[in-house]
Structures are given as C-alpha cells and as structure tokens.
C-alpha cells in the first residue's frame, strides 16, 4: 500500500498491486485493474518511487530487481 494524495489535500491509501496505469493529463490518474480511477497530485515519477520503496519493504532480499544473497555482502 501506497499514499497519495487527491486534489482536496485528503490522503489515501492504494494497493500498488492493483495499479494498471498511471497517466499524467496534467494531474495523474491512477487506473486500477478493476477500471477504477483516481485522480492524485502526485507526479508519476513519485508514485513510482514510492512503489518501489513500498516493494523494497515487503523483499529486502532484492535490491535493482536483482536477487542479492545475504551471506555475499
């Protein structure tokens, strides 16, 4: 999970899991897989940012997409 904030300043959190696009029309619309679409102020660049930091947190084990064996380090 995600926050993002929508246009009236109110955050909320999203499944980044279920994100299928992200559109900057100039806001960005976040398009879930079931259609459903939010408008935030966050610029793609930081909701994807955030994606990463968020996956990061649930697999330490991955760093840059690459399996990393903790005994190597």
Avoid at 23 to 42: C, F, G, H, W
Avoid at 48 to 58: D, G, L, N, S
């Amino acid at each position: 999970m995600i926050y993002v904030t929508r246009l009236n300043n109110k955050q909320f959190t999203i499944n980044s899991d279920l994100i299928e696009t992200l559109e900057a029309t100039p806001d960005t619309v976040i398009t879930l897989t079931n259609e459903k679409k939010y408008v935030v102020k966050e610029p793609i660049e930081e909701i994807m940012e955030r994606i990463a930091a968020f996956r990061r947190c649930c697999h330490p084990e991955y760093i840059g997409g690459k399996f990393v064996d903790e005994n190597s380090l």
